[in-house]
């Protein structure tokens, strides 16, 4: 199996690349279109700010390959967040594979700390990326921005509000948490993309 990871200087790469290497597998690192394009699974990590973020991927052109990949993608983080339509963060037009908007999370209770950081319980999974025994799992989160609950939600998380933790459209899975650093939880996830 042939896996690409998009590469497109946003930080957290190489903890995708070393998770691969613990499930067995060896993955590219790649901004080249055609190495990407003849992948079998692709995966769309992100660690960074929106904006900046499309900016490269369209000065680069992985804006339209990404939308035109036909095989399973997985996005991750703010590679979820870019598959939506649109980005509080920035004001940002993003890839609108999934129609979704990326809003910024709000409270005035002093207790609740924004960026959302930490291991929080995912819930009312669903779809081929989970399990039954994933229900109330605890996944890792880093995160100011979230997707509402709609229509593509295959996870949820409840921090501030009610907020989609993964999303599914076609062959475009995603995930808001970090299953590269949730450990056995992520693991699990992980190896389920795989065996799309």
């Known amino acids: 199996m042939s896996i690409a990871i998009i590469d497109y200087n946003a930080g957290n790469v190489r903890s995708v690349l070393f998770a691969m290497e613990r499930l ?4 590219l690192l790649s901004n080249d ?5 003849r992948a079998d699974k692709v995966i ?5 700010e929106a904006s900046s973020t ?3 991927l369209r000065s680069h ?3 339209q390959l990404i939308c035109s990949l036909q095989q399973p993608v997985l996005g991750i983080c703010l590679g979820m967040q870019l598959l939506c339509t649109h980005s509080e963060e920035g004001n940002t037009p993003c890839l609108g594979i999934i129609p979704q908007q990326v809003r910024r999370f709000s409270t005035s209770d002093p207790t609740l700390k924004i960026p959302h950081m930490g291991w929080n319980a995912i819930r009312r999974v669903k779809g081929a990326l ?11 989160f880093v ?7 709609g229509p593509y939600t295959t996870a949820l998380c409840n921090y501030i509000q009610p907020f ?5 459209k076609d062959n475009f899975y995603a995930t808001q948490f970090h299953p590269e650093k949730s450990g056995g939880v992520g693991e699990k996830i992980l190896q389920n993309f795989l065996l799309l």
């Open 44 to 48: 769309f990590p992100g660690v960074g």
């Open 54 to 56: 499309m900016e490269y």
């Open 33 to 37: 279109p055609d190495e990407i394009r």
């Open 143 to 149: 995160h100011s921005y979230f997707v509402e609950k």
């Open 164 to 168: 989609s933790a993964a999303l599914q």
């Open 24 to 27: 067995g597998q060896t993955a």
């Open 130 to 140: 989970f399990s039954e025994e994933l229900e109330d799992a605890y996944a890792y």
């Open 61 to 63: 052109q992985l804006d």
